[in-house]
């Protein structure tokens, strides 16, 4: 079946394409081969993407999914468990990988936004003495919260959950897939998140806007041992550069402009609240919103009457759908949203 051809797509902000001055810069990029070792761009990448992080090194991936499973690979061993949010993508987007690729099993905490507490933390914990139970070994939270909302969960708050990480000698990731809007919409320091977390998943392509690519950052043994899972992993890239100038490109030029997502997002939220068959908008702090229908009215036949008029949303399940802001969804798309949500009128069941 072909995609749908969406002039508004809003069903996430992986969608978009590559700019001119984005394509420009893959074209006139310097290239060698990663595997062996060579690529100058992808090397560049990783160096500019640790030193903002103030984290020793970088590791380019093909994906999000790739840089957390590397990451859970190299912090745990079969039998282990780790500790993350109901609604984390680790745990419900990548296909069983924590299982299938690191023998772990998953124990969730935390609140319906995709925030983890210290006490939800301490309350997941294992006892280690106890041969009856899978030893804690890893802490992942996501910032923002895909699943949550697009929920910043703030420094403050990471700082303390990943105190009782440390203290119990577990390892702390971030899957920081969207951290480039928490950033821009906290006003934090990538070099905070460095101090706090052993490593952290960055994704180029979400709200940068690149066609490809993720860089898992951490201290230098632990990529000297990421680069051995992913080449086992079959993520070994040769003239990976093209791809890395993107990403280099999105770093450069595409950060400060997500603060324009957000404010469309926040708009569409607004535009949400005062339509009576809504019934709940998880708070809107970066570019996802994510809604609530009301009993008896059907989330797919809102997409499919959004659908005919070129607009694309997406439906979570029966009731829930989300939608995303993204480079590619100016003004008038976010206006057409808006005609498009207040010209339905739901048959009820
Ligand atoms: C929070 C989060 N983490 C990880 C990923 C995985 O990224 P990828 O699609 O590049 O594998 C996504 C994808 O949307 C995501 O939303």
Redesign the pocket.
Known sequence: MNAPAFWADFR?D?VTRPTPQMLAAMNAAPVGDDVLGDDPTVQLLEAKTAERFGMDAGLFC?????T?QIAINVHTRPGDELICSPL???YN??GGGVAFNSGVQIRVAGDAYGRVSPEDIRGALQPQDNVHAAPTRLVVL?N???KGGGTCLGLAAIRAAGAVARENQLAFHL?G??LWNALVHDRESPEDYGSLFDSI?L?F??GLGAPVG?VLVGNRDFIQQARRIRKRFGGGMRQAGYLAAAALYALDHHVERLSDDHRRASQIESFLKQLPWVTECKPVATNIVIFRLADGCDARQLQSHLAAQGIGISAMDARWLRAVTHYDVEDRAVDALCAGLGSFSPNRA
């Open positions: 996430s992986t093909p994906s999000g999914t790739m957390n984390a993508h680790v987007y990548e996501e923002t919260s895909n899957d897939a969207r998943s994704c392509s979400k993720s």
